[in-house]
């Protein structure tokens, strides 16, 4: 099978750099397929999701998609971010609806095409619990809410990819159990390959069929952890003995990468010889 993102021995210098942004990166995500990346501040993992994006341009390697090299962004792939970026003039209807009005969308676009998009606006608009809110404006919502709104506006265009650089991770801890059990369900019903950035070890394993843990300086990947859990995942599950072996064992592997444990047995020395 041709995977759907290919990444070969990608390289990702900033000028001026010590380190390399990303260092000999080589990884395959297969169709419909969840992966999350976690890591270090300073791992590389969110440039790497703007380079998937066609956002960001690599210094060395190959990037493909559908077995055509990334050049910059393109119809096929969808950002959604950390902040919700919004058009504050604009209603949620038209805020979801906007990607339609761009160019690369309305050429040759015929009025069939014009009904099939406010029809999938609507459609849209129930998945994610909005029809109640579809006229209003972004600042008469709540963060989970105008979430919700950014979703839905990158997934109007049937976007094959979905990248998402930790989207919940300005949301309180009940929004964010909802927001993923509603990401979740999309995968199910959009069969999106979707490639999800975070910080949250727990959010990581909750969604992901696979983690990639990234090291900092270099950023690099250091490990893939497949995930033991079924297709169908019920909060429940974070209960569960695999997910908290899990959970540690990333968090320890996290903490050797990037230092912090060195870094904590140097003050725990410091502390002693204080004490002294």
Known sequence: MTPKIDVRQLFKRYEGA????????????????????????????????????????????ELQVDGLPVKG??????MVFQHYSLYPWMSVRENIKFCRQLKVHTNERTSADVEAAAGRADALLRLMGLGHVADAWPN???????????????????????????PFGALDAQTREVMHDLILHVHRLEKATIVFVTHDVEEAIYLGQRIVLMAPRPGRIDTIYE???????????????????????????????SGMKTDLDLLEQLSRTAEA
Request: hydrophobic residues 35%.
């Open 227 to 257: 995930v033991p859990l079924p297709a169908q995942r019920t909060q429940d599950m974070k209960h569960a003995p695999e997910f908290l072996q899990l959970k540690r064992q990333i968090l320890d592997r996290i903490k050797e990468t």
């Open 18 to 61: 010590a380190h390399d942004a990303l260092q000999n990166v080589s990884l395959q995500i297969q169709p419909n397929e969840f992966v999350t990346f976690v890591g270090a501040s300073g791992c590389g993992k969110s440039t790497l999701l703007r380079t998937i994006g066609g956002l960001e341009h690599h210094t060395g390697g």
């Open 140 to 166: 008469q919502l709540s963060g989970g809410m105008q979430q919700r709104v950014a979703i839905a506006r990158a997934l109007m265009s049937r976007p094959e990819i979905l990248l998402m650089d930790e």
């Open 73 to 78: 962004p393109g119809p096929e792939r969808a």
